[in-house]
Structures are given as structure tokens and as C-alpha cells.
């Protein structure tokens, strides 16, 4: 009789990101409670992290509070093994840091590509010492983990050799896993684990992806994950999807929206239960922790839209674009007066009317990239009407936070 297995499969959870300045512990906070008792009530014994578990390389110690304190509390529950790897977002050194410490709680972490690829294949066991399954944990792989650089290299020969590294590293783990799934037992298993970008992957605008290596010329096909994966577990796109159309290849996704272009996007975590090595796939629908909200128009609309937000008594971050023709003065003013006394709060005010202006100021012979951002800037004092005696101090300010910026390129470099 096969065993049976049952795996959660989640993704790119950003701790410590922040919304237009504002920050998100709570929702954060809110996520991993829920997830573990989703852990607790699905009886999930083993937890698949695949990558971008943290928002930046150096996250905040509350950032880092949540993510020991959950990985505390799993071990509590009957989860008995948790696998992570690095993503682009974190840095490798400080997910290896407490490995050793983790791998006592059965919490097994790749924050980068291994030398060997053997060293990136897991034997998991039950509570009785026998095998239960065998993971690939390939982290996310950086340009320098899988290419060599040669001089005169032209922007193709890049690319081609970054595919072919991809490739190639996959193909020698999961053969390595399948080596150990033969000696241990040939119903065990095999899952896959990675943080890349597989070609044809949906992403929606403002989500927070960044483009892989350089641009996005190392996107890779399906067939990277050899036929020997029962399941493989991804990272990095923040919808959740399939890959080519292949059930066993998954993305789980962001669990909170990392931007208004996700506000409305059903966030999920993947319940896999396996028998013998047939994988059987659950969605299971995230709550929306935090309400966004994109509102689009006039002045009216505008005014009217939030009348309506406003009678659900909800707590609602928004992002508002007003697009009417008329040029609305004190516009942030204006729609401040508008939520005052709700649970609305204006996180984000874009003015498309002005955009377009300033646009519509570059000639047919130019593009607003032959421009200079002193350029852009005058042509949006212009756009907005700012009365001369303004215009001095406001290009001053501008041209000294360009200094400060060109000062910090030079010191990163």
C-alpha cells in the first residue's frame, strides 16, 4: 500500500515590504497565523517556501521576528518538515546563517546553488526513520552560480550560455534525486523546488516582479523540469498559474497583493496530497487581510466611487488616477476632504491629466527618453501652471535630490 503524503506549497511572501511607504506587519502578521492554522487543520506534514521570502537582502528585525516566530510555532504542529530556498529578493548568506540551528527543527534551507548538486537534494523521513520523499531544492540561480564570462561575449552569447547553465544545473539535481529515489525506494516522491521565471508566465502590472538576470532572456521552457518530477514547486511570479499548461508545474503566487495592479487577483496556497508518487492538487483561497482599491475618473466619479467605498465601514487603502479633462487644482487636497472621517486612506494619487500634458509637450521628433529629468521637470511645471516665482526654489529642490542620487550611485559603486 502506497504512503500518503500531504504538502502545502506557498511563495514569495516579501516580508517587510512596503505600499507607498506604508507598512504591512499587520497584514504580514495576519497571513502566517492564518497559514498555520491551515497546517494545523489540512494536517500538513511537509511546507514548500519557494523563495523571496523577505522583500530586500537586509530585512528589518520585525520582518525577521515573523519569519523565525512562524517557523517556531510549525515546529509545534504536525508539520513535520519545512524546505525553503533563496529567492532574487533575499540574500543567501542570511538564510544560511542559522541552518544548522533550523535543520534541528527539521526546517531544511538552500539559500543559494550548492557546488556540488547533490547538496541541493533532501531525503525527508517520517516520524519512523523510513524515506517519505526526496526534494530538489534549487534556489534561485544567480548569473555567477552557473556562467562563466568570456571577453567580446555579445548579448546573445550571454543569454544562450544562461539558459544552458539553468538547464544544465537543473538536469544534474534532479538526476542526483532520481539516483536516491531508486536506492531508497522507487514510490517515493520526487519534488522539485526553484525561483525562476518559466517562459509564457503571467505577470500583471505593478506587481513587484523584477526581471531575472539581465532583462528577461533567461526565461526557461517546461521541459527544464525533467519528467521525473512528481510536482515542482515555483517561485517568483506573484499570479498563481501552471507552467505550459502542465498541472504538476506551479507557481503559488504572492499571498498578499504586492501592488493596486493585484488589488483584485484571488491570492491561493497549492495543498498537494500524494499517493505513492501521484500527486492530487487542492487550491486553497487566501483571505484578503487589507482591502485595495484603484478608482479611475473625473472629479465626479471620483467623488462618487468613494461615497460607495465609504458605506462598507471597511478599512480600504487607495490608489486614485484622476483622468478628467479639467486641470484640478489642489487635487491631493481635494480628495483628502473626501475620506475625511471614513476607514478610506489615499495612499497614491496619480494625475493622468498631467502625465499626458507633459507627453504631450515632447514633439513628434523626440521621445520623453531624449529627455533629461531637469527637461521633464520643467515641462511638468509648465503642464501644472506653476506660477514663475514657484518655479526657482521647486528646480533647486529637484536638482539637489539628483545630486543626492548621482552621490549614492557613486558610493554603490
Keep these: 500500500m502506497s504512503k500518503t503524503l500531504r504538502v502545502l506549497h506557498s511563495s514569495d511572501w516579501h516580508l517587510g515590504r512596503l505600499l507607498y511607504g506604508r507598512r504591512r506587519y499587520d497584514e504580514f502578521a495576519a497571513f502566517l497565523d492564518w497559514m498555520l492554522e491551515v497546517i494545523e487543520q489540512e494536517r500538513i506534514e511537509l511546507l514548500l517556501i519557494a523563495g523571496d521570502l523577505f522583500d530586500t537582502t537586509t530585512p528589518s528585525n520585525r520582518a525577521q521576528s515573523l519569519y523565525y516566530r512562524f517557523l517556531h510555532n510549525v515546529a509545534a504542529s504536525p508539520c513535520r518538515h519545512v524546505v525553503i530556498v533563496g529567492g532574487n529578493h533575499d540574500s543567501p548568506t542570511f538564510l544560511n546563517a542559522p541552518q544548522q540551528l533550523l535543520r534541528a527543527l527539521d526546517v531544511h534551507v538552500v539559500g543559494a546553488a550548492c557546488d556540488d548538486p547533490a547538496d541541493e537534494v533532501l531525503l525527508l523521513k517520517d516520524t519512523a526513520g523510513e524515506p517519505e520523499a526526496i526534494v530538489c531544492a534549487v534556489p534561485y540561480l544567480r548569473d555567477r552560480d552557473i556562467r562563466h564570462s568570456e571577453t567580446g561575449e555579445s548579448t546573445d552569447d550571454k543569454s544562450r550560455k544562461l539558459i544552458e547553465g539553468i538547464y544544465d544545473h537543473y ?28 517562459a509564457g508566465g503571467q505577470t500583471l502590472e505593478g506587481d513587484g516582479v523584477r526581471d531575472l538576470y539581465v532583462g528577461s532572456l533567461a526565461q526557461v521552457g517546461s521541459d527544464c523540469f525533467p ?25 503559488s503566487g504572492s499571498p498578499l497583493p504586492m501592488g493596486f495592479g493585484e488589488a483584485h487577483q484571488q491570492k491561493l496556497l497549492y495543498r498537494i496530497e500524494f499517493e505513492g508518487r501521484v500527486p492530487s492538487i487542492r487550491m486553497l483561497e487566501i483571505p484578503c487581510f487589507q482591502r485595495l482599491e484603484r478608482l479611475k475618473g473625473d472629479q465626479q466619479q471620483l467623488a462618487g466611487a468613494i461615497a460607495r467605498l465609504a458605506t462598507g465601514r471597511e478599512s480600504v487603502w487607495l490608489e486614485i488616477h484622476y483622468e478628467g479633462d479639467a486641470i484640478a487644482a489642489d487635487l491631493r487636497q481635494w480628495l483628502e476632504e473626501q475620506v475625511k472621517g471614513t476607514q478610506l486612506e489615499i495612499l ?39 506660477p514663475e516665482a514657484q518655479q526657482a526654489d521647486l528646480k533647486a529642490l529637484f536638482n539637489g535630490l539628483l545630486r543626492e542620487l548621482d552621490e549614492q550611485d557613486n558610493r554603490a559603486e
Design 227 to 251: 519528467e521525473t518530477l512528481d510536482y515542482v514547486a515555483l517561485g517568483h511570479l506573484h499570479v498563481p498559474q501552471t507552467v505550459a499548461g502542465q498541472e504538476r508545474i506551479r507557481y
Design 348 to 386: 497614491r494619487v496619480r494625475n493622468n491629466r498631467v502625465i499626458e500634458r507633459v507627453l504631450s509637450r515632447v514633439g513628434e521628433e523626440e521621445t520623453l527618453d531624449d529627455l533629461s529629468p531637469p527637461e521633464v521637470f520643467d515641462r511638468a511645471l509648465a503642464a501644472h501652471q506653476v
Design 171 to 198: 538536469a544534474r539535481v534532479c538526476a542526483a534525486g532520481e539516483a536516491m529515489r531508486q536506492e531508497q525506494g522507487p514510490d517515493l516522491p520526487l519534488i522539485g523546488m526553484g525561483h525562476l521565471f518559466a
